[in-house]
Protein backbone atom coordinates (compact mmCIF):
# COMPACT_ATOMS: atom_id res chain seq x y z
CA UNK A 1 0.00 0.00 0.00
CA UNK A 2 3.16 1.97 -0.50
CA UNK A 3 1.39 3.84 -3.76
CA UNK A 4 -1.98 5.21 -1.98
CA UNK A 5 0.37 6.71 1.47
CA UNK A 6 2.59 8.74 -1.43
CA UNK A 7 -0.72 10.07 -3.17
CA UNK A 8 -1.70 11.28 0.02
CA UNK A 9 1.10 12.97 0.79
CA UNK A 10 1.27 14.56 -2.60
CA UNK A 11 -2.14 15.63 -2.37
CA UNK A 12 -1.51 17.38 1.01
CA UNK A 13 1.52 19.55 -0.43
CA UNK A 14 -0.64 20.34 -3.12
CA UNK A 15 -2.86 21.15 -1.36
CA UNK A 16 -0.80 23.80 0.98
CA UNK A 17 1.12 24.82 -2.29
CA UNK A 18 -2.31 25.94 -3.81
CA UNK A 19 -3.09 27.48 -0.20
CA UNK A 20 0.07 28.88 -0.31
CA UNK A 21 -0.92 30.79 -3.64
CA UNK A 22 -4.62 31.99 -2.56
CA UNK A 23 -2.52 33.89 0.69
CA UNK A 24 -0.41 35.95 -1.77
CA UNK A 25 -3.32 37.08 -4.08
CA UNK A 26 -5.13 38.21 -0.88
CA UNK A 27 -2.22 40.61 0.03
CA UNK A 28 -2.23 41.91 -3.71
CA UNK A 29 -5.52 42.95 -3.59
CA UNK A 30 -5.38 46.20 -1.10
CA UNK A 31 -2.17 47.24 -2.91
CA UNK A 32 -3.40 47.64 -6.49
CA UNK A 33 -6.65 49.64 -5.48
CA UNK A 34 -4.85 52.17 -4.23
CA UNK A 35 -3.73 53.96 -7.44
CA UNK A 36 -5.16 52.99 -10.83
CA UNK A 37 -3.27 53.61 -13.92
CA UNK A 38 -5.43 56.13 -16.23
CA UNK A 39 -3.52 54.90 -20.12
CA UNK A 40 -4.11 57.32 -22.50
CA UNK A 41 -2.87 57.25 -26.54
CA UNK A 42 -2.37 60.61 -28.67
CA UNK A 43 -1.72 58.35 -31.98
CA UNK A 44 -5.08 60.15 -33.28
CA UNK A 45 -4.45 63.96 -31.78
CA UNK A 46 -2.38 65.46 -34.48
CA UNK A 47 -1.18 68.59 -33.07
CA UNK A 48 -3.01 68.38 -29.72
CA UNK A 49 -0.53 65.59 -28.70
CA UNK A 50 1.50 67.58 -26.53
CA UNK A 51 -1.74 69.23 -24.44
CA UNK A 52 -2.54 65.64 -23.84
CA UNK A 53 0.35 65.21 -22.47
CA UNK A 54 0.55 68.44 -20.40
CA UNK A 55 -2.95 67.92 -19.12
CA UNK A 56 -1.87 64.44 -17.68
CA UNK A 57 0.85 66.29 -15.84
CA UNK A 58 -1.45 68.36 -14.60
CA UNK A 59 -3.99 65.57 -13.18
CA UNK A 60 -1.15 63.57 -12.08
CA UNK A 61 0.06 66.54 -9.87
CA UNK A 62 -3.55 67.31 -8.61
CA UNK A 63 -4.25 64.01 -7.27
CA UNK A 64 -2.83 61.17 -5.31
CA UNK A 65 -4.95 58.14 -6.73
CA UNK A 66 -4.19 58.30 -10.41
CA UNK A 67 -1.32 57.79 -12.76
CA UNK A 68 -1.85 59.24 -16.10
CA UNK A 69 0.69 57.30 -19.10
CA UNK A 70 1.23 56.52 -22.76
CA UNK A 71 0.77 52.93 -21.34
CA UNK A 72 -2.25 52.02 -23.53
CA UNK A 73 -5.58 53.14 -25.29
CA UNK A 74 -8.26 53.54 -22.03
CA UNK A 75 -8.82 57.07 -23.35
CA UNK A 76 -8.13 58.10 -26.34
CA UNK A 77 -7.76 61.79 -27.61
CA UNK A 78 -8.69 62.27 -30.90
CA UNK A 79 -9.59 65.77 -32.67
CA UNK A 80 -11.72 67.19 -35.53
CA UNK A 81 -12.64 70.11 -37.27
CA UNK A 82 -15.99 71.52 -36.34
CA UNK A 83 -18.61 70.14 -33.84
CA UNK A 84 -17.52 71.27 -30.58
CA UNK A 85 -14.76 69.37 -28.64
CA UNK A 86 -16.73 67.00 -26.19
CA UNK A 87 -15.49 64.15 -24.32
CA UNK A 88 -17.36 59.85 -24.18
CA UNK A 89 -16.76 58.34 -20.90
CA UNK A 90 -17.84 54.35 -21.11
CA UNK A 91 -16.52 53.83 -17.45
CA UNK A 92 -14.29 55.58 -14.82
CA UNK A 93 -10.63 56.14 -16.73
CA UNK A 94 -12.45 54.84 -19.61
CA UNK A 95 -13.18 56.26 -23.14
CA UNK A 96 -12.00 59.40 -25.42
CA UNK A 97 -11.72 62.73 -25.98
CA UNK A 98 -12.06 64.72 -29.17
CA UNK A 99 -10.91 68.44 -29.40
CA UNK A 100 -12.71 70.45 -31.92
CA UNK A 101 -9.55 72.30 -34.06
CA UNK A 102 -11.55 75.17 -34.98
CA UNK A 103 -12.83 75.96 -31.18
CA UNK A 104 -9.24 75.04 -29.88
CA UNK A 105 -8.55 78.50 -31.57
CA UNK A 106 -11.11 80.26 -29.38
CA UNK A 107 -10.60 79.00 -26.55
CA UNK A 108 -7.12 77.98 -24.56
CA UNK A 109 -6.23 74.41 -26.01
CA UNK A 110 -4.73 73.17 -23.17
CA UNK A 111 -8.00 73.96 -20.58
CA UNK A 112 -10.47 72.25 -23.33
CA UNK A 113 -7.98 69.03 -22.62
CA UNK A 114 -7.80 68.88 -19.77
CA UNK A 115 -11.56 69.87 -19.08
CA UNK A 116 -12.44 67.01 -21.70
CA UNK A 117 -10.25 64.68 -19.36
CA UNK A 118 -12.14 65.35 -16.27
CA UNK A 119 -15.00 64.12 -18.05
CA UNK A 120 -13.16 60.41 -18.34
CA UNK A 121 -12.15 61.14 -14.67
CA UNK A 122 -15.61 61.28 -13.36
CA UNK A 123 -16.36 64.46 -13.34
CA UNK A 124 -19.66 66.96 -14.73
CA UNK A 125 -19.96 69.85 -16.17
CA UNK A 126 -20.03 72.90 -13.78
CA UNK A 127 -21.29 76.11 -16.05
CA UNK A 128 -21.01 78.77 -13.01
CA UNK A 129 -18.69 81.39 -15.05
CA UNK A 130 -15.93 81.23 -12.95
CA UNK A 131 -12.33 80.41 -14.26
CA UNK A 132 -10.81 79.19 -11.50
CA UNK A 133 -13.05 76.03 -11.98
CA UNK A 134 -12.13 73.85 -14.67
CA UNK A 135 -15.26 72.62 -15.17
CA UNK A 136 -16.80 75.66 -15.99
CA UNK A 137 -15.38 75.10 -19.47
CA UNK A 138 -16.68 77.49 -22.03
CA UNK A 139 -18.88 79.45 -19.85
CA UNK A 140 -15.84 81.40 -18.08
CA UNK A 141 -15.46 83.08 -21.63
CA UNK A 142 -12.85 82.32 -24.10
CA UNK A 143 -10.08 84.72 -21.93
CA UNK A 144 -10.39 82.28 -19.56
CA UNK A 145 -6.93 80.03 -19.52
CA UNK A 146 -6.78 78.06 -16.46
CA UNK A 147 -5.84 74.82 -17.04
CA UNK A 148 -5.90 73.48 -13.24
CA UNK A 149 -8.65 71.66 -11.64
CA UNK A 150 -9.59 73.04 -8.28
CA UNK A 151 -8.98 71.41 -5.16
CA UNK A 152 -12.12 70.77 -4.72
CA UNK A 153 -12.67 69.01 -7.91
CA UNK A 154 -8.78 67.21 -7.66
CA UNK A 155 -10.44 65.91 -4.33
CA UNK A 156 -13.64 64.46 -6.60
CA UNK A 157 -11.45 62.45 -8.68
CA UNK A 158 -9.59 60.86 -5.95
CA UNK A 159 -12.24 60.03 -3.76
CA UNK A 160 -13.77 58.76 -7.37
CA UNK A 161 -10.71 56.13 -8.10
CA UNK A 162 -10.63 54.97 -4.34
CA UNK A 163 -13.91 52.88 -4.42
CA UNK A 164 -12.44 50.13 -6.96
CA UNK A 165 -16.02 49.29 -7.45
CA UNK A 166 -16.79 52.15 -9.16
CA UNK A 167 -16.90 51.98 -12.79
CA UNK A 168 -20.37 50.93 -13.84
CA UNK A 169 -20.43 50.18 -17.38
CA UNK A 170 -22.90 53.08 -18.53
CA UNK A 171 -21.60 55.20 -21.04
CA UNK A 172 -22.22 59.17 -20.71
CA UNK A 173 -21.35 61.93 -23.50
CA UNK A 174 -20.55 65.30 -21.77
CA UNK A 175 -20.98 68.12 -24.83
CA UNK A 176 -21.70 70.97 -24.99
CA UNK A 177 -18.65 72.42 -22.88
CA UNK A 178 -17.26 74.86 -24.95
CA UNK A 179 -19.93 77.34 -26.38
CA UNK A 180 -18.12 78.99 -29.48
CA UNK A 181 -18.72 82.01 -31.53
CA UNK A 182 -21.71 81.92 -34.01
CA UNK A 183 -19.31 81.52 -36.94
CA UNK A 184 -18.48 77.99 -35.74
CA UNK A 185 -22.11 76.79 -36.21
CA UNK A 186 -24.40 74.11 -34.27
CA UNK A 187 -21.91 72.65 -31.59
CA UNK A 188 -22.68 69.59 -29.74
ZN1 LIG B 1 -17.65 69.59 -20.32
Not at 43 to 50: L, R
Not at 140 to 160: K, L, M, Q
Not at 178 to 185: D, L, Y
Request: hydrophobic share 40%; charged share 10%.
Amino acid sequence: MRMPKMSRILATLAAAALTALGAVAVDQAPASAAIRNVCYNTSQAGPFAGYANQAATIWNNATKNINMAQCGSNLMIYYTYGGGSYAVRNSLGNGYVVIDYYQAQQYSPLRIMTHEIGHILGLADNYNGNCAILMSGGSAGTGCTNPYPSAGEAAAVDSYFSFAARGATTTEVFADSWPAAATVGALR
